[in-house]
Every structure is written in structure tokens, then in C-alpha cells.
């Protein structure tokens, strides 16, 4: 019996970590994770590792160092970094040593799939089975695509959202009527759960509302007291575009 390859995460940020867990996950593919470099050695050591994401820069060594030594230790184990660095130098050297691509902060999980998927390809890893294509979604005057993370309205024209407005959009199309309370729609967008006085999501929501002109022909999100949001719209799926 084929099984998933095997991930490991190894990032010291307890969020990333449970975000990306959870999102792999979901995509099919067995995933262990570390915070530090300790860590990453003890779930090397246990068990087959067959693609490796890993943080450049840990509280107990450097990823790149990490990087350079699995290069002559464990030559066949893909590495992709993760890296909050501005300088292509910094990314250059890392695919210089070993690492197979790399990987801005912040970043989509979607894309961090992608680049995996393209990864273990090259290095012919058997992929779990893929979700089927993405199909996009039409509310109101307006016409979502998750796999190119694109909106359109009735007019052909994009409204530009930020890659945290897409995210929450995305957990209301997703969810059509549902009340979600913002530690929901915390724990959907970003992994984490919500802090005393957290209002990021009353911000999004705001900030949506403006963008998709919520409260003037219609109301897109209505506010449920002691609730949460809900997309009081109609939603309908209509397939991947060609």
C-alpha cells in the first residue's frame, strides 16, 4: 500500500507550526513538526523524512548551517527554506548549499503545496491523490477563483484584495449562512486563536465591507450580537476556470 510522503515542519513560531500542520494535512500528506534544530534532528533520526521545510532562522542554530550539513549527510532529502530575509543574496546561498527552493515570509499555504508537490515531482516522490481543481464561487455581484485568489465583478473588473482579506472571503464562500464567531474565523485564517482586545477580524471584515461596497445596493456580512459574521448572501459554485 502507497503511503503520503512524509513532511517535517521545523519552524520556531508555535503558529506557523500549527497552521501548517493542519494545512498539509488537509492536502493528504503525513506531517511531523519541530520548533528548533534539537527537535528537527530527534524526528530525522526516528523515522523516513521525505521532504524537509525548514525556517532559516531558529533559536538554536542557523537552517542554513542545518541545510548545508543534511546536503553531505542526507543528499537525497529535499529542503525548502523559509525565509523572512530581503536579500537574494541570502537566498541565493541557500540554494547553493543544497536547499531546492525557498520561500518568502509571509506566505499562502497554497503556494507552500505548490512548491512541495513541485519538489517531490522533480525528486520522484510518489504525490498523494490531489484534491480536485478548485471551483470558483459567484455572491451577490462578484466572482471568486481561489486557485488564482482573483476577484471579479459583474463587469470583468478584479477588486484587489490582500492576501488576509482572500483568506477570510474565502472561510464565509466556504461556509455560506454559517454564523462564525471571530475565534472561528481566527482559528480559519490564521491558524491561532484569539487574544484579549484582538480585533483583527472586526478590521477585515471592515475592510471587505468597503471593497465589495457591503451596505449600500446589499448587505454582504451581517453583524450577529454576541455571534460573530455571517455572509448573508446566496452562494454558488460554478467550476474551475479553463
Same mark, same amino acid.
Given at each position: 500500500?502507497?503511503?503520503? +510522503?512524509?513532511?517535517?515542519?521545523?519552524?520556531?513560531?508555535?503558529?506557523?507550526?500549527?497552521?501548517?500542520?493542519?494545512?498539509?494535512? #488537509?492536502?493528504?500528506?503525513?506531517?511531523?513538526? $519541530? @520548533?528548533? /534544530?534539537?527537535?528537527?534532528?530527534?524526528?530525522? !533520526?526516528?523515522?523516513?523524512?521525505?521532504?524537509?521545510?525548514?525556517?532559516?532562522?531558529?533559536?538554536? #542554530?542557523?537552517?542554513?548551517?542545518?541545510?548545508?550539513?543534511?546536503?553531505?549527510?542526507?543528499?537525497?532529502?529535499?529542503?525548502?527554506?523559509?525565509? @523572512?530575509?530581503?536579500?537574494?543574496?541570502? /537566498?541565493?546561498?541557500?540554494?547553493?548549499?543544497?536547499?531546492?527552493?525557498?520561500?518568502?515570509? +509571509?506566505?499562502?499555504?497554497?503556494?507552500?503545496?505548490? /512548491?512541495?508537490? $513541485?519538489?517531490?515531482?522533480?525528486?520522484?516522490?510518489?504525490?498523494?491523490?490531489?484534491? $480536485? +481543481?478548485? #471551483?470558483?464561487?459567484?455572491?451577490?455581484?462578484?466572482? @471568486?477563483?481561489?486557485?488564482?485568489?482573483?476577484?471579479?465583478?459583474?463587469?470583468?473588473?478584479?477588486?484587489?484584495?490582500?492576501? !488576509?482579506?482572500? =483568506?477570510?472571503?474565502? $472561510?464565509?464562500?466556504?461556509?455560506? #449562512?454559517?454564523?462564525?464567531?471571530?475565534?472561528?474565523?481566527?482559528?480559519?485564517?490564521?491558524? /491561532?486563536?484569539?487574544?484579549?482586545?484582538?480585533?483583527?477580524?472586526?478590521?477585515?471584515?471592515?475592510?471587505?465591507?468597503?471593497?465589495?461596497?457591503?451596505?449600500?445596493?446589499?448587505?454582504?456580512?451581517?453583524?450577529?450580537?454576541?455571534?460573530?459574521?455571517?455572509?448573508?448572501?446566496?452562494? =454558488?459554485?460554478?467550476?474551475?476556470?479553463?
Amino acid at each position: 500500500m502507497q503511503t503520503s +510522503p512524509h513532511i517535517l515542519v521545523v519552524d520556531d513560531d508555535p503558529e506557523i507550526r500549527r497552521l501548517l500542520g493542519r494545512y498539509l494535512d #488537509g492536502q493528504n500528506f503525513r506531517v511531523s513538526l $519541530a @520548533a528548533d /534544530r534539537r527537535e528537527c534532528e530527534e524526528r530525522l !533520526a526516528a523515522g523516513r523524512i521525505d521532504l524537509l521545510v525548514l525556517d532559516v532562522m531558529l533559536p538554536d #542554530g542557523s537552517g542554513l548551517e542545518i541545510c548545508r550539513e543534511l546536503s553531505r549527510r542526507k543528499p537525497h532529502l529535499p529542503v525548502i527554506l523559509l525565509t @523572512a530575509l530581503k536579500e537574494d543574496v541570502d /537566498r541565493i546561498i541557500g540554494l547553493e548549499i543544497g536547499a531546492d527552493d525557498y520561500l518568502g515570509k +509571509p506566505f499562502n499555504p497554497r503556494e507552500l503545496v505548490a /512548491r512541495i508537490r $513541485a519538489v517531490l515531482r522533480r525528486t520522484g516522490a510518489a504525490l498523494p491523490e490531489e484534491a $480536485a +481543481p478548485l #471551483g470558483r464561487y459567484r455572491f451577490a455581484n462578484f466572482i @471568486a477563483d481561489p486557485a488564482t485568489r482573483r476577484i471579479v465583478d459583474d463587469t470583468g473588473e478584479e477588486v484587489v484584495l490582500t492576501g !488576509a482579506e482572500f =483568506e477570510l472571503l474565502l $472561510a464565509f464562500l466556504e461556509r455560506p #449562512g454559517r454564523i462564525l464567531s471571530r475565534d472561528q474565523l481566527l482559528d480559519l485564517t490564521q491558524g /491561532r486563536e484569539a487574544e484579549p482586545l484582538d480585533r483583527s477580524i472586526d478590521v477585515l471584515v471592515s475592510r471587505l465591507r468597503r471593497k465589495l461596497g457591503d451596505g449600500g445596493r446589499f448587505q454582504l456580512f451581517k453583524t450577529v450580537r454576541n455571534g460573530g459574521y455571517q455572509l448573508a448572501v446566496s452562494v =454558488e459554485q460554478i467550476g474551475a476556470a479553463a
